[in-house]
Nanobody, 127 residues
Framework: QVQLVESGGGMVQAGGSLRLSCTAS????????MGWFRQAPGRERAFVAT????????SYTDSVEGRFTISRDNAKNTVYLQMNSLKPEDTAVYYC????????????????????WGQGTQVTVSS
C-alpha cells in the first residue's frame, strides 16, 4: 500500500509560481508512474501531468503545457510539480497519484488509471 502526501500549496498572485511536492511511503516509489490531477470548485477532478517511472518522459494537459513541469527524484521518493505563470483558472485542489500499471499510455491521463491518491493541497491564484 502506497501513501502519498502533498505539500507546497498556497495562495499566489497571477503570474507567480509555486512548487508542489508529493512524497510517497509504503511502496517502491520508482516502480510507479506518477501523476498530478486537480479539482476546481464545482468541477470534476482533471488530469494535469504525468511522468514515467524513470522520469524520462512526461505528458501534460494542453492548458498547462509550457507553464508547468513535472519531475521526480526516486532517491527521495518524491514527485514535483513546478507551476509558473499561474492564472486564476489554475485555482484548485491538486492531488498526486500513483499508478501500478507500468505502461505509459493514454490511460495514464485518466483518473481511473491510478491506484493510490494523496489528500490534496489547495492552490489559490488571485487576479
Amino acid at each position: 500500500q502506497v501513501q502519498l502526501v502533498e505539500s507546497g500549496g498556497g495562495m499566489v498572485q497571477a503570474g507567480g509560481s509555486l512548487r508542489l511536492s508529493c512524497t510517497a511511503s509504503g511502496g517502491t516509489f520508482g516502480s510507479h508512474i506518477m501523476g498530478w490531477f486537480r479539482q476546481a470548485p464545482g468541477r470534476e477532478r482533471a488530469f494535469v501531468a504525468t511522468i514515467t517511472r524513470s522520469g524520462g518522459a512526461t505528458s501534460y494537459t494542453d492548458s498547462v503545457e509550457g507553464r508547468f513541469t513535472i519531475s521526480r527524484d526516486n532517491a527521495k521518493n518524491t514527485v514535483y510539480l513546478q507551476m509558473n505563470s499561474l492564472k486564476p483558472e489554475d485555482t484548485a485542489v491538486y492531488y498526486c497519484a500513483a499508478r501500478r500499471e507500468t505502461l505509459f499510455d493514454l490511460t495514464a491521463t485518466y483518473e481511473t488509471g491510478y491506484d493510490y491518491w494523496g489528500q490534496g493541497t489547495q492552490v489559490t491564484v488571485s487576479s
